[in-house]
């Protein structure tokens, strides 16, 4: 996701959602820092995106366009997400 932001980070707003399943706040900011994320982490204290979207395992990955409309949502990405965020950005 990170190369992902950084090729297309200026046209797609990137924020990565940790739901909170039994980790501490510290786990979080060093899982960030350690990887050097640039974008935004969002953390869901009371699970919402879970039952929002579905979510069975994490990592889950969804991809909503500027209309709202989720238009992927899987446990991987594939391999060529490029290809799919340049017909989202036409």
Same mark, same amino acid.
């Given at each position: 996701?990170?190369? @992902?932001?950084?090729?297309?980070?200026?046209? =797609?707003? +990137? =924020?990565? !959602?940790? !739901?909170? &399943?039994? /980790?501490?706040? /510290?786990?979080?900011?060093?899982? *960030?820092?350690? %990887?050097?994320?640039?974008?935004?982490?969002? !953390?869901?204290?009371? $699970?919402?995106? =879970? %039952? $929002? +979207?579905? !979510?069975?395992?994490?990592?889950?990955?969804?991809?909503?366009?500027? $209309?709202?409309? *989720? %238009?992927? &949502?899987?446990? $991987?990405?594939?391999?060529? =997400?490029?290809?799919?965020?340049? /017909? @989202?950005? %036409?």
């Amino acid at each position: 996701m990170e190369k @992902l932001k950084e090729k297309l980070g200026d046209r =797609i707003e +990137f =924020i990565g !959602v940790d !739901v909170w &399943i039994n /980790e501490k706040m /510290e786990k979080i900011e060093t899982y *960030v820092k350690e %990887r050097k994320l640039t974008y935004t982490i969002a !953390v869901d204290t009371e $699970s919402h995106m =879970i %039952r $929002s +979207f579905g !979510v069975l395992a994490t990592p889950t990955h969804i991809i909503i366009d500027r $209309s709202g409309m *989720v %238009r992927y &949502i899987a446990a $991987s990405i594939p391999g060529d =997400i490029e290809k799919h965020m340049d /017909e @989202l950005l %036409r």
